[in-house]
């Protein structure tokens, strides 16, 4: 089964508007952390935000904030005011405690485009 | 940005050659991760290393070997490349596995293609 869940292929947004980009995640761990990541065409991995799964707040980082259900295992990144430069393959990922605390499982990822 | 450099950036090689990938990071961190990245798969973990000359297997490991002699280096070995393993590979690191200072920063990349 797989760890993590994007369902959007792609998605496109107004330049100025918020987008929110779907992910679920499936574990048995108490324990875990969620992360996302933004690969622009240019090819690098950057890290973007980061809840644990006991953080009671959603994270928030700048412009992006994480909508974290945990009943229903979903991790959704939301960007507010979309920026030209916001257009990225966009990639959550999640790390369990009892199965290994160094192997980060990424989900296919989301392509974002941002309309002028 | 976190001091991680791989080298080389892009390489073409042929079934059945060794390969050696070298990852470098300027920010002491313990940890250190080989991914490969495929369309439709994300990324996914090779190997990783938790110190010096200290290394694990991830979740695809079979055809590739690792070794980390110095905390700044860590190498990635194709022993007989295959057409299979064209892929982009990166590095990360991380300065701690659980806890704040968990999150891996990865370096620019590497994209190989074995013909």
């Known amino acids: 089964a797989q760890k993590i869940t994007q369902t959007q292929p792609g998605m496109f947004v107004q330049e100025k508007e918020a987008v929110t980009l779907d992910c679920t995640y499936d574990t048995s761990d108490q324990s875990y952390g969620l992360f996302w990541y933004k690969q622009p065409s240019s090819g690098e991995m950057i890290f973007l935000i980061y809840?644990?799964?006991?953080?009671?707040q959603n994270a928030t980082e700048g412009r992006y904030s994480l909508n974290f259900q945990k009943a229903r295992k979903s991790a959704n990144l939301v960007i507010s005011a979309s920026q030209l430069g916001d257009s990225a393959m966009y990639f959550c990922?999640?790390?369990?405690?009892?199965?290994?605390?160094?192997?980060?499982?990424f989900g296919t990822g989301t392509r974002l485009t941002v309309i002028p | 940005d976190a001091g991680i450099t791989q080298s080389p950036r892009h390489k073409v090689t042929e079934t059945g050659t060794p390969v050696t990938l070298r990852c470098h990071q300027t920010?002491?961190?313990?940890?250190m991760y080989w991914y490969r990245q495929d369309p439709g798969h994300g990324l996914r973990l090779i190997h990783y290393?938790?110190?010096?000359?200290?290394?694990d297997k991830g979740e695809v490991s079979d055809g590739y070997s690792v070794s980390r002699s110095k905390t700044e280096d860590f190498l990635l070995t194709l022993e007989s490349a295959t057409s299979s393993q064209t892929s982009v590979y990166f590095c990360?690191?991380?300065?701690?596995?659980?806890?704040?200072?968990?999150?891996?920063?990865f370096g620019p990349g590497t994209r190989l293609t074995v013909t």
């Open positions: 990922a999640m790390r369990e405690r009892e199965t290994g605390a160094n192997n980060l499982f």
């Open positions: 809840q644990g799964s006991y953080d009671e």
């Open positions: 990360a690191i991380s300065e701690s596995s659980t806890g704040p200072g968990y999150e891996q920063y």
């Open positions: 920010e002491n961190h313990r940890y």
């Open positions: 290393s938790y110190g010096v000359k200290d290394t």
